[in-house]
């Protein structure tokens, strides 16, 4: 069993910057396939990011380079640093921590990007 808290969002305006964090409980942290999502008001959740057991990171749309994961698995955290958010940016961001057989989510922080 995984547990992911997630924390490090908020209201920021057109331009700024946020580095979420995900502290996952629970062992084998560095097995899991780690990822980012969104779910915008009214939307289907959708996948922003993620990075493998062995650091490789996977982006749905890389040309913007706004986002970038990373993980520390000695602190069994995983983290997205978001620069020059928009307003589309805007939504709940969830943790999710996988393997073929298992699925995890936390409960997301909220992102608001409003001037």
């Known amino acids: 069993q995984v547990h992911l808290v997630e924390s490090g969002g908020g209201l920021v305006q057109p331009g700024g910057s946020l580095r979420l964090s995900c502290v996952a409980s629970?062992?084998?942290?560095?097995?899991?396939?780690m990822g980012w999502y969104r779910q915008a008001p009214g939307k289907q959740r959708e996948l922003v990011a993620d990075?493998?057991?062995?650091?490789?990171?996977y982006y749905t749309d890389p040309k913007k380079r706004q986002f970038t994961i990373s993980r520390d698995n000695a602190e069994n955290t995983v983290y997205l640093q978001m620069n020059n958010l928009k307003p589309e940016d805007t939504g709940v961001y969830y943790c999710?921590?996988?393997?073929?057989?298992?699925?995890?989510w936390g409960q997301g922080t909220q992102v608001t990007v409003s001037s």
């Open positions: 999710n921590a996988a393997t073929p057989q298992l699925n995890y």
């Open positions: 990075i493998s057991s062995t650091g490789i990171a």
């Open positions: 629970g062992s084998a942290f560095n097995t899991y396939n």
